[in-house]
């Protein structure tokens, strides 16, 4: 029996397998960013509902900001490193005392695919409410355009 894992978009309809692209580090990838999104909503509250309240990228942008802070850990000239440090703090839509800078590189990573996937939730979630509303036809990737 193979352990080959095949992944299939629902807005493209692409498949990936895990058979090509070393499946072990992507399932354990995919099981990090997945267990921080279900800790999100488990043990943070922050679940759907509060989610769908934003509607200026806020949730991208603190995805966003994790990732150019993973990036200053790894800059070694010490004005891009402050260029970066700014960036990242503009990028963060909250207060930024709720933000955990400590994290290594590879849990910053994961905590801002955990924030993508939200967003990309809230997305999904918001088309198919104007889709109900407006057009039963219309098309989730169409909306999101």
């Known amino acids: 029996m193979s352990d080959e894992l095949i992944l299939r978009s629902p807005a493209t309809g692409m498949h990936v397998s895990t058979e090509h692209h070393g499946h072990q580090l992507m399932l354990q990838a995919l099981a990090d960013i997945w267990t921080e999104r279900r800790r999100q909503i488990d043990d943070k509250g922050y679940a759907p509902d509060d989610d769908d309240r934003y509607h200026r990228a806020e949730l991208a942008s603190a995805a966003a900001s994790f990732v150019v802070l993973e990036i200053v850990d790894r800059t070694r000239t010490d004005g891009w490193r402050q260029v ?53 036809n219309q098309n989730t990737e169409d909306f999101v355009r």
């Open 84 to 136: 970066l440090e700014g960036i990242s703090r503009d990028l963060w839509p909250w207060r930024l005392d709720g933000r955990n800078e400590t994290y290594d590189d590879r849990r910053k990573l994961i905590v801002a695919g955990a924030l993508i996937i939200a967003e990309i939730e809230r997305l999904d979630r918001q088309a198919a409410r104007l889709r109900d509303q407006d057009d039963p």
